[in-house]
């Protein structure tokens, strides 16, 4: 009996290929996005940009067999399986920012951040300036580093023994979205719980320019509520004032928002601090901060008209359980898709890249990973190429997030290897159908017109009145309604 649990157990944790054209996700976007196309397309200047439509077409292709795949092969027991290609596109595809949120906290836990204290300092600003922050990305970058200016003046004054060169160490994670998939432009940073000077140069010489930087790190103490909302203060003011300079708000209004009590609509939150032995805490602080706009298994089916999505953090004024129609969803998730060529996060003071403390800092984290390599052919010669320190292999990464090893064979539990990419369409038709897959991709739903519409038209076909019903005109109102009525 613990013999044939212990051959089956491992066949438990065999890697199993996702299939995305079965999750409701999928089906909602394949079902319904060309009708929400054509209905934005209408309305003028909001109509969707071209960096959407694609994000949503590419995740049509994301991980279907049809569009190509890798082939893996057990070279002990001569078994394959096929692993589809991915979009890594931003804010729609949920596999791809999950695989991008745990590639971005493994590369900064492994290779960027010292076995130090690292503090979260999140900060939330009013609604009314929220609009300005969700529109214009130089304004994100200017209220970012006035926040980042005003939390290194704070540990300055936190941390004994440094001087006014002391510099931090921070990411900073620009987030556009809140737990109830609307727009709120908020930001996330990491920083180190402490300030950094230079020491000395190892091997310093006259015009040398790669000399090695030794730092000196001084903690934080004393960092209370108190010096928290003396923060929060500052910033309050700074940010209006900013505002303010550069006439999105005026001058009377910045002086009337200075005097809205319980901080006047900004929220500075400091409360969470990872100890610098806990890298795993870290890891998932990080991951926090790099999640996607929305996670797959908060949506739910409710009937054919219907969906729901979970709120894992509502407001008191808020429902925990939003109910939304597929179209509103797609609006919902098309106005959270990050803008292109714009970062979500963001390297400050030591940790920049051009810091030359970098280098000394960045050495103090834990020991560099060392990726396992594909198993190179017998004949082949040539070294492997070297990967880069903020890539990992896509097989690691679920190693690392799910504790399976996707290329291990189901069969001998041997180790597989990636021996060809599959791109040919006649190929991969051959391929799938001699397995038994699919080699179409899934059939995309037209546009459709408003259901009402056509009802409407049809009872009026079946009565024999008015088969040329004008399905745009309306009925005059019962009523006089005065239109410049100012919401």
């Known amino acids: 009996m613990d013999a044939a649990v212990k051959r089956i157990a491992p066949q438990a944790q065999c890697y199993q290929r996702r299939r995305p054209e079965k999750t409701l996700w999928y089906r909602t976007v394949q079902t319904h996005f060309e009708t929400w ?19 949503f077409r590419r995740y049509l292709d994301c991980g279907i067999l049809a569009n190509g795949f890798a082939r893996a092969h057990c070279d002990e027991c001569v078994h394959d399986f096929l692993i589809a290609f991915s979009c890594k596109g931003r804010g729609v595809c949920p596999s791809c920012n999950t695989r991008r949120m745990a590639e971005t906290a493994a590369h900064l836990t492994d290779h960027v951040f010292p076995r130090l204290p690292v503090r979260q300092w999140v900060l939330s600003v009013p609604k009314r300036l929220r609009y300005f922050l969700q529109r214009d990305t130089a304004l994100q970058g200017a209220v970012l580093r006035i926040l980042l200016r005003g939390v290194e003046l704070c540990l300055r004054e936190h941390s004994p023994g440094c001087d006014p060169t002391a510099r931090i160490g921070a990411i900073a994670f620009i987030h556009r979205f809140g737990s109830s998939l609307n727009a709120h432009v908020h930001f996330h940073c990491c920083i180190v719980d402490g300030v950094f000077q230079p020491a000395a140069k190892i091997g310093e010489t006259a015009g040398a320019a790669d000399a090695v930087v030794e730092v000196n790190f001084h903690a934080a103490t004393g960092l209370d509520a108190a010096a928290i909302a003396q923060v929060q203060a500052q910033l309050r003011q700074r940010i209006l004032r900013a505002f303010a300079r550069r006439g999105l708000i005026g001058k009377g209004d910045r002086d009337e928002m200075m005097g809205w009590e319980h901080g006047g609509g900004f929220s500075l939150d400091a409360s969470v601090c990872i100890e610098g032995r806990d890298r795993a805490g870290l890891e ?161 739903a037209p546009a459709r017109g408003p259901p009402l519409w056509e009802l409407e038209q049809a009872h009026r076909h079946q009565a024999g009145n008015d088969p040329q019903w004008d399905s745009a005109a309306q009925p005059e109102p019962e009523f006089e309604f005065d239109q410049r009525v100012a919401w």
């Open 284 to 444: 998932r602080l990080l991951r926090y901060c790099a999640r996607p706009p929305f996670a797959l298994e908060h949506l739910h089916q409710m009937d054919a008209d219907h969906l729901i999505y979970h709120n894992p953090k509502p407001r008191s004024d808020s429902p925990r359980d939003l109910v939304l129609t597929p179209l509103e969803l797609i609006d919902k998730i098309a106005a959270l898709i990050p803008p292109p060529r714009a970062h979500r996060h963001r390297y400050y003071g030591v940790l920049a890249p051009n810091s030359p403390m970098r280098a000394a800092v960045t050495a103090l984290a834990s020991l560099p990973v060392i990726v396992p390599q594909p198993v190179a052919a017998a004949n082949s010669e040539d070294p492997p190429p070297r990967r880069a320190a903020s890539h990992y292999l896509w097989a690691m990464l679920l190693a690392r997030i799910y504790e399976t090893l996707p290329l291990i064979c189901p069969m001998c539990q041997a180790q597989m290897r990636i021996i060809a990419f599959i791109t040919d369409a006649s190929t991969v038709r051959k391929i799938l159908d001699h397995i038994g897959e699919s080699v179409q991709p899934p059939r995309i």
């Open 37 to 55: 196309l054509a209905l934005s397309a209408g309305q003028g200047d909001e109509s969707p940009h071209a960096h959407i439509e694609q994000a």
